[in-house]
């Protein structure tokens, strides 16, 4: 509308800055970033086009447990600008899981339902792991390795949660106590890049 107007009466070019994941506003937990929200990346992409953008710059960090999804698809579309979202996001999943695409699909899903870490749904997305464990059984090794990879990345949402957890009890011990396992970890699989 108007705002539109004002800016290509006033610049040659538009162009956009955004922020799909910020380690210290998401801490890479599922659904906290806009970079794991496919519904944000495939309505705001042609929005931006739409409204004359020529450049897009948008700062991610390394969480490619939740984000990975949503920024192939945002890549993507951001390269093939005609292309079909949905269509890609199903060529991602199949791709990258195999005969467990649905059910990898199904935990993304899950993770735009409820961010929350509570037992409940950390429980639920365990369940649907396994499940895509199940599926996949006669996959290919880089189709498990994934999958191993996604195990690693909910192990650091169920210690991130234990932490979270700690902090509210105001319980300095025992926040200690769950901060250490937590950073550990985190140290540990830093090479998987599913956490920052």
């Not at 107007?5 to 506003?25: C, E, H, N, P």
């Not at 450049?55 to 949503?70: C, K, L, Q, R």
Request: glycine share 6%; hydrophobic share 40%.
């Amino acid at each position: 509308g108007l705002e539109q107007v004002r800016l290509t009466q006033t610049a040659s070019a538009i162009g956009i800055r955004d922020y799909l994941g910020v380690m210290a506003w998401d801490w890479g937990l599922p659904g906290r970033g806009k970079g794991s929200s496919f519904k944000y990346v495939m309505e705001s992409l042609p929005k931006y086009k739409a409204w004359g953008a020529t450049s897009y710059n948008a700062e991610i960090n390394a969480n490619w447990g939740t984000f990975g999804p949503a920024v192939y698809v945002a890549a993507r579309l951001l390269r093939e600008t005609q292309a079909d979202a949905d269509a890609v996001r199903d060529d991602f999943f199949r791709h990258a899981y195999g005969a467990a695409a649905e059910d990898m699909k199904g935990l993304h899903a899950l993770w735009a339902d409820s961010r929350d870490l509570t037992r409940q749904n950390l429980h639920l997305w365990f369940r649907r792991l396994e499940q895509a464990f199940a599926t996949a059984r006669d996959e290919s090794p880089e189709v498990k390795a994934r999958l191993l990879d996604m195990a690693s990345y909910l192990h650091y949402v169920r210690l991130y949660a234990d932490w979270e957890s700690a902090v509210q009890s105001r319980n300095r011990d025992r926040c200690y106590e769950a901060l250490q396992p937590l950073l550990e970890f985190t140290w540990r699989t830093r090479e998987r890049g599913m956490v920052h």
